[in-house]
């Protein structure tokens, strides 16, 4: 006998109109506001469960820029990464924290964004189908997804994450919007502002690398509805834009009047600088350089201060020094576009040739590749292979551009994937939806092949998910968790002990994390960086003078400063550098803490001899 299977018709037509609007079922198929509050509730409780197992981790980074915003001092970040409007974000975080300051108001806003956009873009997936065996299957493969993917970026959050989802929910949105039908809904129209709007404030970086995938996403929904458009249509579209574009320079210009002080200003522009140097390594070499580092009067113990993140170091770099090293990286060969691109696409295979993080990027290209491939031929299947190539292009192309500036770490890899996956999942039961319904009625498949390909991606997808993250890359994760551990540790030491000055070096804490509970607005200078966002900050300055400190240099080589190192962190750079910023003096281990996983160390004078 032949298997029975799954009912494929659209159950609603089939069903009594004013029966089915008597039962709970009913209403629930008619309401969307209940089901996606359902699916959103779902979330959340599953969020709650996987933060009581294992707490999540949070980049330092973004601790210092969430310091900065609930200080009242600034938007969020003095560069380009981070666009917080301060009379909104700000001042709300602020009042929370002053209110209410144990609840932990940013991790909310972190887990908040990251539900919200995971949930929006599986429930408009979840409504493209109508029938039920689809419907299941959507959820069962964004089960899958969530398990072999998602939770990690909500357990390691990263503001590059949030901008990304965002990003991913708005193209989600977009492509699956049906039909016009004469009109466009307000709601659509305002969900893909809001959506765009948030994915630039919270990180533009990452914001520019979907900037391509939302404009051809876009392009598709006008050419799936060129029959449907119309005057008011066009025009609808056009308002939608302008007020997009409206709200974005808005931001931008009021991100720019929060910095109104020359201090703020310059503080700004000379992290600005700092980023270009650290980040994006728009500096070159000592040697080889030697005349043009010493026609700026940058010696190489300076060079070293700037380039090994210990700026607290050198207050006698100004914004015009690091805007010299920047500008002659530019104009180098070394750093020129066309050479970029060629070390770029030299260095995409020792990039991915180490079995890490990014060796998987290949195996994914290489499934949606065929994918699209074979789609292609179906002029069925049209549009989903396009949509995949959208993806998949995003992918790889967004991969080359970040190695290609040097600027690749773990954070964009699994970011510029996220429209990939949804877009899989869509794909998939879309597949198996015709698949299905071929066999119902007795018609020979066209879409068993692309089926069989996605199917195997999928399942191979979650092998090599579980073997990157709990073998191939289990020491990051292990680090991470152990450094993060460590700088919530000093974070509370360095409150309960305010009388001193407690510092990091950046390679000690380098990926460690917090869990943004602030108990007062004074732990934005408790526990500060030697060479990071804060390192030039005029709230800093304002500290050091009411100790009697001229320069944040006095203050890190006073009887009451520590500085924190791990255990096992090489101090051969600071050794280095102590001997020319601080003649006379050498690091001493005064105390390790944390069951001597950190240690304290202080400034002390040379014997007479060292001093010869």
């Known amino acids: 006998m032949e298997e029975s299977l799954p009912e494929l018709t659209n159950s609603n037509s089939l069903a009594n109109p004013h029966l089915q609007k008597l039962t709970l079922s009913g209403r629930l198929k008619n309401n969307t506001k209940v089901q996606y509050l359902i699916i959103f509730l779902v979330h959340v409780l599953v969020v709650m469960i996987l933060f009581n197992l294992r707490e999540p981790y949070f980049a ?36 929370g924290y002053t209110i209410l300051p144990a609840v932990p108001w940013f991790m909310i806003l972190y887990v908040g964004s990251m539900i919200l956009c995971f949930s ?34 909500i357990l390691y959050p990263q503001f590059t994450y949030i901008a990304a989802a965002y990003a991913m929910a708005a193209f989600v949105v977009i492509v699956t919007i049906d039909k016009f ?36 996403g876009s392009g598709l929904l006008i050419y799936r509805n060129k029959a449907n458009l119309n005057k008011k249509i066009i025009l609808n579209i ?76 050198v207050d006698d770099l100004t914004k015009e020094d690091l805007k010299d090293i920047v500008d002659y990286s530019d104009n180098s060969n070394q750093t020129s576009f066309t050479n970029r691109i060629r070390q770029g696409l030299e260095g995409i295979i020792p990039v991915y040739s180490g079995f890490n993080t990014f060796k998987w990027v290949p195996f994914y290209l290489a499934i949606a590749s065929t994918i699209v491939l074979v789609m292609l031929l179906l002029k ?30 773990q954070r964009l890899a699994e970011s510029i994937w996220l429209p990939l996956a949804f877009i899989l999942i869509l794909t998939f039961v879309k597949l ?56 919530v540790f000093m974070n509370y030491y360095s409150l309960d002990n305010p009388d001193n000055f407690y510092f990091y070096d950046v390679y000690s804490f380098r990926d460690a994390s917090d869990t943004f509970r602030l108990d007062r607005e004074t732990e934005l200078l408790s526990f500060t960086s030697i060479g990071g966002w804060l390192t030039r900050s005029p709230l800093l300055q304002e500290k050091y003078a009411q100790y009697g400190f001229a320069t944040a240099h006095e203050a890190l080589s006073s009887n009451n400063s520590y500085l924190a190192v791990s255990v096992n962190q090489d101090l051969s750079h600071l050794k280095s550098a102590s001997s020319y910023y601080f003649p006379g003096k050498h690091w001493v281990i005064d105390k390790a803490v944390n069951d001597g996983k ?14 010869k």
């Not at 299941?136 to 089960?143: A, D, F, L, N, T």
């Not at 993806?391 to 600027?407: D, E, H, P, V």
């Open 60 to 95: 330092t980074i973004d601790d210092s820029r969430m310091r900065d915003i609930v200080s009242g001092a600034m938007t969020g970040t003095p560069d380009h990464h981070l666009i917080f409007i301060k009379t909104i974000l700000g001042y709300v975080l602020k009042f």
């Open 120 to 153: 929006l873009a599986i429930f408009r997936i979840y409504k493209m189908f109508t029938n039920r065996f689809s419907r299941v299957m959507v959820i069962v493969s964004y089960c899958l997804l969530f398990a072999f993917y998602l939770w990690r970026l």
């Open 181 to 216: 039908n004469g009109k466009i809904k307000i709601s659509d129209q305002i969900l893909i502002v809001f959506l765009i709007v948030m994915s630039y404030s919270f990180r533009f970086t990452m914001f520019q690398a979907f900037i391509p995938i939302l404009l051809l």
């Open 238 to 313: 056009g308002i939608t834009i302008i007020i997009l574009l409206t709200v974005i320079f808005s931001i931008k210009i009021l991100d720019q009047a929060s910095y109104t002080s020359e201090e703020w200003q310059d503080y700004r522009k000379f992290n600005n600088y700092r980023a270009y140097i650290n980040d994006f390594k728009k500096i070159e070499p000592y040697t080889g350089n030697e005349e043009f580092y010493e026609s700026k009067g940058i010696n190489k113990p300076q060079f070293n201060a700037v380039r090994y993140f210990m700026l607290l170091f």
């Open 380 to 409: 069925k299947l049209f549009e989903e292979a396009v949509l995949l190539f959208f993806t998949m292009s995003m992918a790889a192309f967004g991969s080359l551009f970040f190695i290609i500036f040097n600027r690749f770490p």
């Open 432 to 487: 198996l939806e015709k698949t299905a319904l071929n066999r119902q009625a007795k018609n020979k498949s066209k879409t068993s092949v692309p089926l069989i390909i996605v199917c195997i991606g999928l399942l191979v997808s979650c092998l090599f998910s579980i073997y990157r993250h709990y073998l191939a890359d289990a020491n990051y994760y292990r680090d991470l968790e152990m450094n993060s551990k460590d700088y």
């Open 598 to 611: 950190i240690l304290l160390l202080t400034l002390e004078d040379d014997e007479p001899s060292k001093t």
